[in-house]
């Protein structure tokens, strides 16, 4: 079947927080929300129970707890029972809960920076600290983990590990030996690990994602993994996300931490996400191909067109950290490509202080409007460049 990619749909009118949160002439490349139609089965799959009419309290088959099993077990060779998996309305949830579940007010959890603001801020609303190791970023623009620094940041307070993988913002997807690293140092010191994963199906190649909990029977017992079909099949919306917690003990003081206050996900959520993981891969597959063409566009694109902005090619996910430290725009890249060029990207310091003279650019939407943007940043970019060798040049 032929998937159309290409297709601009009309979000403007819609109730999109990507397209509505900035004025109608900027083109929004910024929250991880895909530009693209969700697959037609799960299109389908909730046309039919739509049309039903009826949306009462949703009966417990077992179905999507099946459907994972299976899929983890095809594609990433990881056996589970059904038991160990819990139904959560989001990662963000699921992160927030595992923190609450494995930490008292006053403990710490371990994140690795720049990341995901959402883990940023994980434990927060528990009273946890954060404690932080830097990813560093080497001579070829890639990320990797400095095993001295992330050690160092533990302390006897420190009761978690909050991972990305594959990582949200830089785009690594982490080799076994890094993570086998990771888990090791993690479990000497006695830490939970809770892995978000939701990025794990954008993954490209020769990279191949490996759930950490998949590594060691040991490393299984202590570890929270968090996946979602919501960036992979473009339904965030609809607020499914799967916990993994095989150790029964660790599964039980997750469910404990959550008992009264996280529910499990609504009866549309479910049935997309069911639809999804039965009857999607036809189309995950189309897509990667294509997401695949839009980060060679834009990494060849930004060595060719946009002197000063460095870019290390994401190994996975949808999303590029472009480093900008070099232009010294005005205001910062953020607020310059925002106000000169009228595109929307997501502003580095948010992702922590590492992320000061970045923004992350958001690939996943059909190529016209990539191009589109990148020219409108180059424009402005040049204009810029015309403004400082001639001063007083209109800006």
Known sequence: MAYDFDHVPDRRNSDSLK???????????WVADMDFPAPEPVIAALRQRVEHGVYGYRYETGELHEAVVERLQRLYGWQVT??????????????????????????????????????????????????????????????????????????????????CNPHNPVG???????????????????????????HCDLVFPPHRHRPIAALDPAIEARTVTLIAPSKTF???GLQCALAIIPDP???????????????GVNLLGFTAALAAY???????????????????????YVREHLPG??????????????????????????????????????????????????VRLNFGCPRALLVQALERMRAALAVEHVARIEPGAPI
């Open 19 to 29: 397209w509505r949160s900035y004025d109608p002439d900027v083109l929004p490349l």
């Open 278 to 300: 039965r009857h999607g891969q036809p189309w995950l597959e189309a897509l990667l191909a294509y997401l695949q063409a839009n980060r060679d566009l834009l990494v060849q």
């Open 82 to 163: 059904p038991e160990a998996i819990l139904l959560l309305p989001g990662v963000i949830n699921g992160f927030n809960l595992a923190c609450r579940a494995v930490a008292n007010p006053g403990e710490e959890v371990l994140v690795q920076t720049p990341v995901y603001p959402p883990i940023l801020r994980a434990g927060q609303s528990s009273g946890l600290a954060r404690r932080q190791a830097p990813l560093v970023q080497q001579a070829d623009g890639h990320y990797g983990i400095a095993w001295e620094a992330f050690e160092e940041a533990i302390t006897p307070r420190t009761r978690a590990f909050l991972l």
């Open 234 to 236: 473009n339904i965030a």
């Open 309 to 358: 902005v460095r870019l290390a090619a994401p190994e996975g996910t949808f999303l590029a950290w472009l480093d900008c430290r070099n232009l010294a725009l005005p205001g910062g890249p953020f607020r310059f490509f925002l106000e000169r060029a009228r595109v929307a990207l997501n502003d580095g310091p948010t992702f922590g202080a590492e992320g000061e003279g970045f």
């Open 172 to 198: 690594r997807v982490w080799r076994e030996d890094e993570l086998a690293h990771m888990a090791e140092i993690c479990l000497r010191h006695g830490l939970t690990i809770i892995s978000d994963e939701i």
């Open 249 to 263: 003990s660790l599964r039980r003081q997750v469910q404990s931490a959550g008992a009264g206050l996280v529910g």
